[in-house]
């Protein structure tokens, strides 16, 4: 089991490397530079080609990756072209802001998918199980900027319950701890609700039937004949047993922890992963888009190669 745990994790590194690669040579060989970008026509030719110069974009497409390589081995992620700072600080600073959204969101949709999951398991095929059923594939079927699109008609704006954009307002800065709190919660629940509303489905419908699969297994039906009640036999014997496929849904999540989610955060003008990504993509910031994608894919097969150990541990059967 260590060994194949092993043989995973040499294959992840690979996975990144090639990613990485790649995405550095379709960044690099694409038309237009940072230089091109800048659309003010007083700066003259001989301007944009020092600018050039300076960030090393008139070298050989090999040298460039020969340095970037080096550098990001040795952890040097560089300078972001676009926020004239080193990329490990714009990263640092926008990293919390996204784990704080990631993680209330992928709480929502936790609690939500395992509330539908478990009403639709408890009456199988009923009226009240295809009518979850549908609304639930509605809402994973969704595009994300529309559920978060209303929303925001309805909470900011109709009914102006939250804040439609941003992470706190200025005149915050003066409040006490507990009044920052507050305030960073009144902006948190749109953006979250969107996550979870977007992701609820996904689970409902995996718990779902992994229940109806473990409600025919001998255990239930041996606790069903002792006299317990169906409620105690689904929560306490077979929610447990099918929760094992949601180790899966929770290693997939560990990118979204880390990238964010850019529709979302554009659109909430969340500042946090997202935001810095689309910034970077925008202005060509070539240190930042490959230290992105680094992050975002290391992410990618770490929540696999975790959740393979999890699976292990929580399934016997799979370490024999």
């Known amino acids: 089991m260590t060994t194949r745990l092993l043989r995973r994790l040499a294959a992840s590194l690979i996975v990144v490397w090639l990613v990485a690669s790649g995405t550095f040579f379709l960044v690099a060989l694409a038309p237009g530079d940072l230089a091109s970008k800048m659309a003010d026509p007083r700066i003259s030719p001989a301007a944009r080609q020092r600018l050039r110069e300076h960030f090393g974009l008139h070298r050989p497409i090999w040298k460039r990756y020969v340095s970037w390589l080096t550098d990001t081995v040795s952890g040097n992620l560089g300078d972001s072209f676009l926020f004239r700072r080193p990329v490990r600080e714009v990263l640092a600073a926008a990293l919390p802001n996204t784990a704080i959204l ?13 509330a539908l999951a478990l009403v639709q398991a408890s009456k199988p095929h009923s009226f009240w199980d295809r009518l979850l059923s549908a609304l639930s594939l509605g809402a994973y079927a969704m595009p994300t900027f529309l559920v978060a699109a209303v929303l925001l008609w309805l909470f900011a704006y109709t009914f102006p319950l939250f804040p439609p954009s941003h992470m706190a307002e200025p005149q915050a800065q003066g409040l006490s701890f507990g009044g920052r709190l507050a305030e960073t919660a009144r902006h948190l629940a749109l ?21 109806l699969d473990e409600k025919q297994q001998a255990y239930v039906l041996a606790a069903l004949a002792r006299g317990c009640s169906k409620r105690r036999v689904l929560l306490i014997h077979a929610l447990p047993n099918a929760l094992l496929p949601m180790i899966t849904v929770l290693g997939l999540s560990l990118p979204f922890l880390v990238s964010g989610s850019l529709v979302i955060e554009v659109i909430f003008s969340w500042p946090g992963m997202g935001q810095v990504f689309y910034a970077a993509v925008t202005a060509r910031d070539v240190p930042l888009i490959q230290a992105g994608t680094v992050l975002v894919t290391t992410a990618v097969v770490a929540g696999n190669w975790l959740a393979d150990v999890a699976y292990s541990w929580a399934d016997p059967r799979i370490r024999r």
């Not at 209330?104 to 998918?113: M, T």
């Not at 996550?195 to 609820?200: D, E, K, S």
């Open 102 to 114: 990631a993680f209330w969101g992928l709480f929502l949709e936790l609690v939500l998918g395992l």
């Open 191 to 211: 953006p979250a609700l969107t996550v979870g509303l977007t992701g609820c489905g996904a689970v409902a419908r995996y718990v779902r039937g992994s229940l």
